[in-house]
Nanobody, 123 residues
Framework: VQLQAFGGGLVQAGDSLRLSCAASGRTFSSSARGWFRRAPGKEREFVAAISWRGGSTTYADSVKGRFTISRDNAKNTVYLQMNSLIPEDTAVYFC?????????????????WGRGTLVTVSS
């Protein structure tokens, strides 16, 4: 099973980026998907999650109102639209796939992890 995230890069504060994560080797249409991130010198933290059909989402308080998670089960892909980026959003972003269908911020429920894509936001 492989999860490959795309879309990271260097942007300025206030800009937008859209991350995508394609999965292969396993269908995640019945599984929750999530995004986590690790900022330089910090612990990994939850960003956003979406339930298996996309009907339920949950976000970290730090990104609520700025980030939107979505999914396309036909493409086995999850997205993270990031608007109004701030320097504190600088991190490596990891996409994940869970063994459960509910949107959860519990990292222990996500068995599958991608390698991550770097997002750098300059001030």
């Amino acid at each position: 099973v492989q999860l490959q995230a795309f879309g990271g890069g260097l942007v300025q504060a206030g800009d937008s980026l859209r991350l995508s994560c394609a999965a292969s080797g396993r269908t995640f249409s019945s599984s929750a998907r999530g995004w986590f991130r690790r900022a330089p010198g910090k612990e990994r933290e939850f960003v956003a999650a979406i339930s298996w059909r996309g009907g339920s989402t949950t976000y970290a308080d730090s990104v609520k109102g700025r980030f939107t998670i979505s999914r396309d089960n036909a493409k086995n892909t999850v997205y993270l639209q990031m608007n109004s980026l701030i320097p504190e959003d600088t991190a490596v972003y990891f996409c994940t796939g869970a063994d459960v269908g509910i949107a959860t911020m519990n990292s222990a429920l996500y068995r599958y992890w991608g390698r991550g894509t770097l997002v750098t936001v300059s001030s």
